[in-house]
């Protein structure tokens, strides 16, 4: 007993110290093909965009950490591009995503307030954009907010002009987070009220029928309460992804049990 009692002592730290060797080992083999594709995008950028060899090399450096190691980035890595008119900015930061891989996890946002993409109708903030892009919560991503200047300008008398769209930019920069589409929530919010009203409502009739109802030759049997809380299919899944939850929302136990229910219902399975 003794004997394989320390045996199994000093197998431990090595079978502990071999994965250690091998997650050493896959994370360096996978920053080497990391760096290759960075070294291979920086060639390629400079090949099709004459003039910017210098530009191509800092934003490459800019990116570095975030696309070697993601995962020891918490806060949005922020590169600002400034220039003439027509000098290849936009083209380059179109184009670097697809060479990095991430043409699926690209988002482009006019903040003049006319977006390209015809996704962005009714879109009025940066957060409702990307619930709508397939830019995944918690996964690396790139977000290209094209025409700064545009956004917070002034006008020849020296008036101050604001796009009143895509505001919580702001909340972006500064603090590296999002709050939650309150356009979506807001919209919910207002049909939750309607349905409680019409709840209520139905039940206050129902009461007034029994009550001018005069026969009484065999008892009644107790109305179903009809629950004051409604989510459609559309309003679950806008829901969901305004409170940036993975599972179904009928999962999220912190919700009402009747919104809950009514959630189970609207939402399938």
Known sequence: METTTTATKNFAPRVNEQHGNQDRTLLGNRMTLRQQVLDITATTLKSELFGLDSLIDRLIDSVRAWYLLPE??????????????????????????????????????????????S????????SAMLANSSIVEGQPGI????????????????????????????????????????????RIELEQAYHQYEAMQA????????????????????????????????????LQAALKLSEPIMQDHALDARAGAAATRAVPQ
């Open 72 to 117: 020891v980035i918490d806060r949005p890595v922020i590169v600002c591009l400034w220039g003439l008119t027509g000098t290849g900015k936009t083209q380059l930061v179109r184009r670097m995503p697809q060479l990095l891989g991430f043409y699926n996890r690209f988002l482009e946002v006019q903040m003049d307030g006319f977006s390209n993409s």
């Open 203 to 238: 039940h206050v009739d129902k009461v007034n029928e029994e009550e001018d109802d005069n026969a009484q030759d065999s008892p009644r049997r107790k109305p179903r309460q009809k629950s004051p809380f409604y989510l459609s299919a559309f309003d679950a899944r806008d």
């Open 119 to 126: 996704r962005a109708a009714g879109r009025d903030s940066i």
């Open 143 to 186: 977000l290209l907010l094209d025409e700064f200047q545009r956004f917070r300008t002034r006008d020849r008398k020296g008036d101050d002009i604001a796009v009143k769209r895509y505001q919580d930019v702001w909340a972006l920069l500064s603090d590296g987070r999002l709050s939650p589409p309150m356009d979506a929530l807001d």
